[in-house]
């Protein structure tokens, strides 16, 4: 402060031309009054020192931080990850596991749990959902049904839970299982020979070839793909009302059910989006002689309703 008013002192001192130094007592008196109104002075710096932040970080609450606060389902939804270990799978989970150590469902060996659970409550209460697998449903819900999945397992979970009365949920589960597969249900082995198959010119050929294929998938991966396509067909049937005929369904299904999880070219998955959809739709179209005896070829008279 001295050394500011001392360049004031010497700034405010003019040489009138005929030697004699002229003060400007005015410009010094003024900025010597705004040093010394301290109130002012003292109120900035009060404010300065002041933080809200502290205040602000105490006031909130942390499940602030999830979004519990501002939708009331997740509270209880979060309770329940956090009872159950913070969301680390244990041993023998349901979800990112290959087919065959995932728990199976009491009607066919084969079949993981989830899937059975997941196509059951969909035929009871959802064929007649507009758009059923083609609405997500919440991020939040569907995580903490997979956490909870993993680590109770089917024994020690509540299938009466009332989140899975939320058809969006369910299909969303059901589809999640399938994205997260280690192994894809049309298999890694036989990703590239599906594409190729796909790619034949001539239509009789190409749904041979590609059924073939699909008896050549491991016996977890084929039980689970045919009990898929036949829930899958009940809810095409009932396109009328859920507006989810075999196309629809094949474009929602196809880039999760064959896909190949050893390469991650982003071109390749592009170029290939396409081959996987009608894979899928084919499959849709054509289940009963898909999925026939093994050494059965589909008939020359369905030409006629082959998938261009």
């Given at each position: ?92 989970g349901t979800f990112e596991v ?12 084969y079949v993981p749990f989830v899937v059975d659970l997941c196509c ?189």
């Open positions: 402060m001295l050394a500011w008013i001392n360049s004031i002192h010497l700034s405010g001192n003019h040489n009138n031309g005929d030697g004699e130094v002229t003060i400007n007592e005015d410009l010094i008196l003024r900025k010597t009054n705004q040093i010394e109104s301290g109130p002012k002075v003292e109120k900035r710096a009060t404010r300065k020192s002041r933080s809200p932040k502290p205040v602000r970080r105490m006031t909130v609450p942390v499940k602030d931080l999830d979004g519990s606060r501002r939708f009331k389902w997740r509270g209880s939804v979060n309770r329940i990850v956090r009872k159950f270990g913070q969301g680390q799978t244990a041993h023998g290959h087919l065959e150590d995932c728990p199976p469902s009491q009607n066919n060996a059951r409550i969909v035929e009871e209460r959802g064929l007649s959902f507009t758009g059923i697998y083609r609405v997500p449903g919440n991020s939040g819900t569907l995580t903490a049904l997979q956490e909870e999945l993993n680590l109770r397992g089917p024994d020690g979970f509540d299938i009466t839970d009332e989140r899975f009365c939320e058809l969006n949920v369910v299909s969303s589960l059901l589809k999640s299982f399938f994205r997260k597969l280690p192994d894809p249900l049309f298999s890694n082995e036989l990703y590239d020979d599906f594409i190729a198959m796909n790619r034949k010119k001539d239509p009789e050929e190409r749904l041979n070839g590609l059924r073939r294929l699909v008896h050549m998938l491991p016996a977890p991966h084929y039980q689970t793909l045919k009990f898929l396509i036949s829930h899958l067909r009940k809810v095409a049937d009932n396109c009328d009302v859920n507006k989810m005929e075999v196309r629809n369904l094949a474009i929602v299904f196809g880039p999760t059910l064959v896909r190949s999880t050893i390469s991650d070219n982003m071109a390749t998955m592009v170029t290939d989006m396409s081959d996987q959809c009608r894979i899928v739709e084919s499959v849709l179209q054509h289940n009963d002689n898909f999925f026939s005896g093994e050494h059965e070829e589909i008939p020359t008279f369905l030409r006629s309703f082959m998938c261009e």
